[in-house]
C-alpha cells in the first residue's frame, strides 16, 4: 500500500470517530434541552413542552401569567441546574485528571464540605471571613473556606511521599474535619440556626437568582478555553507523569493552573446552592465512557453531562412528592449511589 | 548537522546527587548511539537531565538544531494502563503546544510512523490492552511522530520479542542514516550494543566511563570492569562482531562463599 493510502485510511479512520464523538456531543444537548424544558414545565402551575419551547422562543406570544412565571420565577432555577451541573462536573473531571484518580471530586476532596464549614460559621454566628459583602456574607464564607481547602490539598499534594491516592485520604481526613467541626457550630447555635445550617448542606437551587446566575455563567465561559487551550497537555496527563512529561508538559505547572480554575468552578457553585455531591463524580465518568480521554471532547461532554444530570435531578425533586420540592443535594446523592456502587464494581474504573 | 555534547553534566534528584563531571565528545547526527551502564548507574537520570526534566549543574549543547524542540525522549514504560487508542496517543504526542485543530499534515505524520513500525493495525486498540513490546512500539512511535533531531530512548527493546529487537535496531540505524538523525538509546543487550551502535557511552555510579566508537569502547578489559563479567568478542557468520560471555569475573570468590 502506498504511504498516501495509508494516510489517507488514518484519516477516515480517526474522521469516524470524531464525528460519532460530535453525535454523542450533539444528543447530550438535545437531552440537556429536552430536561430544561421539562424542569421549566414542572411546578405549581403546569404548562405543556410545546407552551414552554414556545414561551422560549418568542416570549412575547405567551401570556404574561405564563412570561413571569417560565422567565422569572422558573428560568433563573432551571438554568441555575445547568451551570452548577456543568461547573461541578468540569471541576471533578478535571481533578480526576490531575490527580489521575477516578475518585477525585469538589465532594470527596473536602472541597464541597469546606464551603458547607464556612457557610454554617455566617448562618449560625454572623462570623464573616471577609467583611465587606455584607449581602452575599453567606456564599463569600463558603467561597473562601472552598479555596482554602483547594490550596491546602494542593500545598499538601507538593510534599514528597505525597500520591495521587494519598490526597483522596487527605480530602477524606478533611471532609470529617470540616464535619465534625459543623457538628460543633450546631451544638452551640440557636435551633432556627441549625435549621439553615442543615438545609444549606442538603444543597438546594430554590434561591437561584439571576446575579448568581450571571456570576457562574461568566465563571463557567471564562474557565472553559483556559482549560481547552491546554487540552492536548490534560489528555497527555492520562498517560502517567513520565510520558506526560517526555511529551514536553510542565506537570507542576499545568496542575496549579488547572486546580485554581476548578477550584473557583467549584467553590462558586457550591458556595450558591450548596452541597450537592456526586455531580462532580458520575457527570464525568459518563462522558468518560461515552467520549474517550480526548479532551476536546470530554470538556464539553462533561459539562454536558453535569447538566444534564443536575437538570433531571431538579425535574425528579419536583415530581417525586408532587407538590413538594425535595432538596436537590438529596436527590442526587440517593441516585448518585447505586451508579457510584457500580462505578466501584465494574472493570471501567480499573482501567484507571 | 544536529550535535550534543555535553559538558561537566550533573544531574540531583530529590537532593541526591545522582550524575556528576559527565563530558562527552559533540555526538553528531548520523549516528546511534549506545548507552550502557549497570542497573541505577544513572542512565534514565542521563536523559531526563539532556531532556531538561532533572537539575544539575554543568551543560547540554545543542548545536545545529532546526527546531525549537530538537530532542524527542520515550521514557522506560511504567506500566499504567493508559486508555487511549493507540492511533490517538500517538496523535497526541504529535499535537502537544500546537493548535486544537488537527491538520492533515498530521494525519499523514502519524500514519507514516504507524506503518514504519508496522503497527498500522493496532490504530484501534486501546493503549492499556497491548502487550509490553506491543506498547514500547507506540512509545517508539511517539517519539519518532515529533520529528526530532536527537532521539533518546531509554530501554526501547527491553519487551520485544527478537525479531522485533532485530527489526527496531536496524530502523533506527536506517533513521539515523537517511534523516541524520542522533539516537541515543539506553540499553542492557551489550550484543546489540556491538552491532548496531556506531557509538558508545557507558556510565557507571554517576559517571561516565568512557565515550567513543563502539569497538573501541565494548571490549572485555572494560566490561570486566563495569559489569564484572568475563567476555570475548568474535565474529560470526556474517562477520559481525559477537560478544560471548565466560561468566562472572569474580566467579571465584563465589565459589568460596559456597564453600563457607
Redesign the interface.
Known amino acids: 500500500m502506498s ?1 498516501d493510502a ?2 489517507v ?3 477516515d ?2 474522521a469516524s ?1 470524531v464525528l460519532r464523538r460530535q453525535l454523542i456531543l450533539l444528543a447530550l444537548a438535545a437531552a440537556v434541552f429536552l430536561s430544561l424544558c421539562t424542569d421549566l414545565a414542572l411546578g405549581p402551575a403546569r404548562y405543556s413542552l410545546g407552551q414552554v419551547v414556545e414561551a422560549l422562543l418568542w416570549p412575547g406570544s405567551v401570556d404574561e401569567q405564563a412570561r413571569v412565571i417560565l422567565w422569572e420565577i422558573r428560568m433563573p432555577v432551571a438554568l441555575m441546574a445547568l451551570v452548577v451541573g456543568a461547573s461541578l462536573s468540569v471541576a471533578g473531571m478535571q481533578m480526576q485528571t490531575i490527580l489521575n484518580n477516578p475518585l477525585a471530586s469538589p465532594f470527596t476532596l473536602g472541597i464541597s464540605a469546606g464551603a458547607g464549614f464556612g457557610a454554617a460559621l455566617a448562618l449560625a454566628f454572623g462570623v464573616a471571613l471577609f467583611p465587606l459583602a455584607a449581602e452575599y456574607i453567606i456564599p463569600v464564607n463558603a467561597f473562601l473556606m472552598a479555596m482554602l481547602t483547594s490550596l491546602a490539598i494542593y500545598a499538601l499534594s507538593l510534599r ?1 511521599g505525597v500520591n495521587n491516592e494519598t490526597i483522596i485520604l487527605l480530602g477524606i481526613a478533611l471532609v470529617f474535619i470540616f464535619n465534625a467541626l459543623m457538628s460543633l457550630i450546631q451544638f452551640f447555635a440557636s435551633q432556627q440556626a441549625v435549621a439553615a445550617v442543615v438545609f444549606w448542606t442538603m444543597g438546594s437551587l430554590t434561591k437561584a437568582t439571576w446575579p448568581k446566575l450571571w456570576i457562574l455563567l461568566a465563571i463557567l465561559v471564562a474557565a472553559t478555553p483556559l482549560l ?2 491546554r ?3 490534560l ?2 496527563m ?3 507523569d ?2 506526560a ?5 510542565n506537570l507542576r505547572a499545568l496542575r496549579l493552573e488547572v486546580l485554581l480554575i476548578v477550584s473557583l468552578l467549584a467553590s462558586v457553585s457550591v458556595s450558591f446552592v450548596g452541597t450537592i455531591g456526586f455531580i462532580g463524580l458520575v457527570g464525568p465518568h459518563i462522558a468518560r465512557m461515552l467520549l ?3 479532551q ?1 471532547f470530554l470538556l464539553p461532554g462533561s459539562a454536558l453531562a453535569g447538566a444534564l444530570i443536575l437538570s433531571v435531578g431538579s425535574v425528579l425533586s419536583k415530581t417525586i412528592i408532587p407538590g413538594t420540592v425535595i432538596p436537590i443535594g438529596i436527590v442526587t446523592a440517593i441516585a448518585g449511589i447505586p451508579f457510584f456502587l457500580y462505578l466501584i464494581l465494574s472493570r471501567r474504573v ?3 | 548537522m544536529v550535535s550534543l555534547q555535553l559538558q561537566d553534566l550533573g544531574a540531583r534528584v ?1 537532593g541526591r546527587q545522582i550524575l556528576s563531571g559527565i563530558t562527552t565528545p559533540p555526538l553528531t547526527g548520523g549516528n546511534l548511539v549506545a548507552l550502557l551502564g549497570p542497573n541505577a548507574a544513572g542512565k534514565s537520570t542521563l536523559f531526563r537531565r539532556i ?1 531538561g ?1 532533572a537539575r544539575g549543574g554543568g551543560q547540554v549543547n545543542i548545536q545545529g538544531a532546526t527546531s525549537a ?1 530538537p530532542i ?5 514504560d ?1 506500566g ?6 493507540v ?3 500517538v ?3 504529535r ?4 493548535r ?1 485543530k ?1 491538520g ?1 499534515e498530521d ?2 505524520k ?3 510512523v ?2 514504519m513500525l508496522n503497527i ?1 493495525d493496532l ?2 486498540r486501546s ?2 490492552d497491548l502487550s509490553g513490546g506491543q506498547r514500547q512500539m507506540v ?1 517508539a512511535a ?2 519518532l511522530v ?1 520529528d526530532p533531531q536527537i532521539l533518546l530512548m531509554d530501554e526501547p527493546t527491553s519487551a520485544l520479542d527478537l525479531s522485533r529487537q532485530l527489526d527496531l535496531m536496524a530502523l533506527l540505524r536506517r533513521l539515523t542514516r537517511d534523516r541524520d538523525l542522533l539516537i541515543v538509546v539506553a540499553m542492557h543487550d551489550l550484543g546489540h550494543a556491538l552491532r548496531h551502535a556506531d557509538q558508545a557511552m557507558v556510565i557507571d555510579r554517576g559517571g561516565l566511563v568512557a565515550c567513543g566508537p563502539t569497538s573501541e569502547v565494548v571490549v572485555p578489559s572494560l566490561l570486566r570492569q563495569v559489569f564484572g563479567v568475563e567476555t570475548r568478542i568474535e565474529c560470526c557468520s556474517a562477520g559481525l562482531p559477537q560478544l560471548i560471555v565466560d561468566g562472572r569475573a569474580d566467579e571465584s570468590c563465589l565459589c568460596r562463599a559456597v564453600a563457607v
Open positions: 504511504s495509508v494516510a485510511q488514518g484519516r479512520f480517526y470517530m514528597q481547552m487551550r487540552g492536548w497537555a489528555t497527555a492520562r498517560l502517567g513520565a510520558k512529561e517526555s511529551m514536553g508538559v474517550g480521554e480526548d476536546r480499573s482501567s484507571w | 530529590g531532556f526534566l524542540r524527542a525522549y520515550m521514557p522506560q511504567n499504567g494502563r493508559p486508555v487511549l487508542s492511533y490517538e496517543s496523535l497526541l504526542a499535537m502537544q503546544g500546537g486544537l488537527v492533515p494525519h499523514a502519524v500514519a507514516h504507524l506503518a498500522t490504530r484501534a493503549v492499556g512509545g511517539q517519539a515529533q
